[in-house]
């Protein structure tokens, strides 16, 4: 099991950058597939990308294509979210999820949820 702590979120503009991390305890990070979602007020959670455990493969939900980047440090137990070209429509409360054994596609459950971090994008 690990323990999963969101930070970098917070208040910026359209057009803005922000990078979220997500931090894992324990010691079997590296056996986690790792995913970011995201939700908006009075709308349901959604996928937003996700990684591989060795982070050869990534996924993402179009709308964020070409302006999002998840990576991962599999040494810093930690999963980022690089946000580019923030728009209004990213305001959500994003949270970061982990998956044991997975390869990054989406899952009917996860084995781990960080709390949230808030993001809002002002137009």
């Known amino acids: 099991q690990v323990h999963l702590v969101e930070s970098g979120g917070g208040l910026v503009q359209a057009g803005d950058s922000l990078r979220l991390s997500c931090a894992a305890s324990?010691?079997?990070?590296?056996?986690?597939?790792m995913y970011w979602f995201r939700q908006a007020p009075g709308k349901e959670r959604e996928f937003v990308a996700s990684?591989?455990?060795?982070?050869?493969?990534?996924y993402y939900i179009e709308s964020v294509k070409g302006r999002f980047t998840i990576s991962r440090d599999n040494n810093k137990n930690t999963v980022y979210l690089q946000m580019n070209s923030l728009k209004p429509e990213d305001t959500a409360v994003y949270y970061c999820?982990?998956?044991?054994?997975?390869?990054?596609?989406?899952?009917?459950?996860?084995?781990?949820w960080g709390q949230g971090t808030q993001v809002t994008v002002s137009s």
């Open positions: 324990g010691r079997s990070f590296s056996n986690y597939a």
């Open positions: 990684i591989s455990r060795s982070a050869i493969a990534t």
């Open positions: 999820a982990g998956k044991r054994g997975a390869d990054g596609g989406l899952q009917d459950s996860y084995d781990n």
